[in-house]
């Protein structure tokens, strides 16, 4: 088993978004930070472009062709929050295709971990439309990758960005093939993801939506992975892990009001690693937000430090949000 597998590519900087918080200063920080650290034993790969049809299995021809010609165009705006720029499909393409390439490597066996530092982000990308910053859903365009063409059949997507992933959650609502558990701040942009909305059709008990109030810090967020999200995840079983892995739940972030410190998302790791190994399946990240740069850089590592060490996360008690979801949850799955 090789080294864990750090994604990146230069369209990442080519995404131009003016004075908008989502710009490519926070790669940027990233790379700076994990560059002072000797990358953390992380071996650096450069993330290909999406496959199309790949990216057209998520995604309808109409959207694809959408993004491409405001970005082919000179760029524009998609809504007051997602922007263009001429060089934004290129990187779109290559954010997309980098979760695919991870996914690749970690089902073939070559690494346990891994992580793409790529943008624009996408858990906000809903099939025929961009918004939240988002263009393509990077996350959901890997985790099918991984059911239709490299044999998994149950996949774990975990976001714990500090907004609820509306586009992943859409995309994967009637689906059982995928265990969707959001952890994100209500009220909040984009103003989806109740506790009660839990799939549909098919998917009814596949989404697990676990919103937390404005404020909200460590022992509430570990204490939901702990006692929801991870028996939740046990039962299921999954071939693969992915995080949607937002770090905009910290302290320091302008755009929301949790109170995650940088080693929360170290815990967070641990327990997304501690549920793969469990199941004996690779867990891979991809960046989705985060805008206080130091505050994401310094959380970043610390992810990829946890994702690669693995070990037993620290125990949480649980609270009593903690409690009302296990309640809701416990219909569907066999929690403690």
Same mark, same amino acid.
């Given at each position: 088993?090789?080294?864990?597998?750090?994604?990146?590519?230069?369209?990442?900087?080519?995404?131009?978004?003016?004075?908008?918080?989502?710009?490519?200063?926070?790669?940027?920080?990233? =790379?700076?930070?994990?560059?002072?650290?000797?990358?953390?034993?992380?071996?650096?790969?450069?993330?290909?472009?999406?496959?199309?049809?790949?990216?057209?299995?998520?995604?309808?021809?109409?959207?694809?062709?959408?993004? %491409?010609?405001?970005?082919?165009?000179?760029?524009?705006?998609?809504?007051?929050?997602?922007?263009?720029?001429?060089?934004?499909?290129? #990187? *779109?393409?290559?954010?997309?295709?980098?979760?695919?390439?991870?996914?690749?490597?970690?089902?073939?066996?070559?690494?346990?971990?891994?992580?793409?530092?790529?943008?624009?982000?996408?858990?906000?990308?809903?099939?025929?439309?961009?918004?939240?910053?988002?263009?393509?859903?990077?996350?959901?365009?890997?985790?099918?990758? *991984?059911? &239709? #063409?490299?044999?998994?059949?149950?996949?774990?997507?975990? &976001?714990?960005?500090?907004?609820?992933?509306?586009?992943?959650?859409?995309?994967?609502?009637?689906?059982?093939?995928?265990?969707?558990?959001?952890?994100?701040?209500?009220?909040?942009?984009?103003?989806?993801?109740?506790?009660?909305?839990?799939?549909?059709?098919?998917?009814?008990?596949?989404?697990?939506?676990?919103?937390?109030?404005?404020?909200?810090?460590?022992?509430?967020?570990? #204490?939901?992975?702990?006692?929801?999200?991870?028996?939740?995840?046990? =039962?299921? &079983?999954? &071939?693969?892990?992915?995080?949607?892995?937002?770090?905009? *739940?910290? %302290?320091?972030?302008?755009?929301?009001?949790?109170?995650?410190?940088?080693?929360?998302?170290?815990?967070?790791?641990?327990? @997304?690693?501690?549920?793969?190994?469990?199941?004996? @399946?690779?867990?891979?990240?991809?960046?989705?937000?985060?805008?206080?740069?130091?505050?994401?850089?310094?959380?970043?590592? =610390?992810?990829?430090?946890?994702?690669?060490?693995?070990?037993?996360?620290?125990?949480?008690?649980?609270?009593?949000?903690?409690? %009302?979801?296990?309640?809701?949850?416990? %219909?569907?799955?066999?929690?403690?």
């Amino acid at each position: 088993m090789g080294p864990p597998l750090l994604f990146s590519h230069p369209s990442s900087f080519e995404h131009e978004t003016g004075s908008h918080p989502e710009g490519p200063g926070r790669i940027e920080a990233i =790379e700076a930070e994990l560059a002072q650290r000797g990358w953390l034993g992380w071996e650096r790969r450069t993330a290909p472009a999406v496959d199309d049809h790949a990216l057209r299995a998520v995604h309808p021809d109409g959207h694809v062709e959408a993004v %491409r010609s405001v970005s082919e165009a000179g760029g524009g705006a998609f809504d007051p929050d997602t922007v263009a720029s001429p060089g934004s499909y290129l #990187a *779109a393409l290559h954010a997309a295709g980098g979760a695919c390439a991870m996914v690749e490597a970690l089902l073939s066996g070559k690494a346990t971990a891994g992580f793409c530092a790529l943008r624009p982000p996408g858990h906000h990308a809903e099939p025929a439309g961009a918004m939240g910053f988002c263009l393509f859903n990077n996350v959901a365009v890997a985790a099918r990758h *991984a059911l &239709d #063409a490299l044999g998994a059949e149950r996949v774990l997507v975990l &976001d714990w960005d500090v907004h609820h992933g509306n586009g992943t959650n859409d995309i994967f609502h009637a689906c059982a093939d995928v265990l969707f558990a959001s952890i994100h701040q209500s009220p909040l942009y984009p103003g989806t993801g109740p506790l009660s909305d839990t799939g549909s059709g098919e998917g009814t008990g596949f989404t697990i939506n676990l919103p937390v109030p404005p404020g909200s810090g460590e022992s509430t967020w570990l #204490a939901l992975v702990e006692h929801v999200v991870a028996p939740a995840a046990r =039962e299921f &079983d999954p &071939d693969l892990v992915l995080v949607s892995a937002g770090f905009d *739940a910290h %302290r320091d972030d302008p755009l929301a009001s949790c109170r995650l410190k940088t080693g929360s998302f170290g815990e967070l790791a641990r327990h @997304a690693r501690s549920i793969g190994d469990a199941a004996g @399946a690779p867990v891979g990240a991809v960046l989705e937000g985060g805008y206080d740069t130091r505050a994401l850089a310094a959380s970043v590592a =610390e992810t990829l430090s946890a994702l690669a060490a693995g070990g037993e996360p620290r125990p949480v008690a649980p609270d009593a949000l903690t409690d %009302r979801a296990v309640a809701h949850v416990r %219909r569907f799955w066999a929690l403690a």
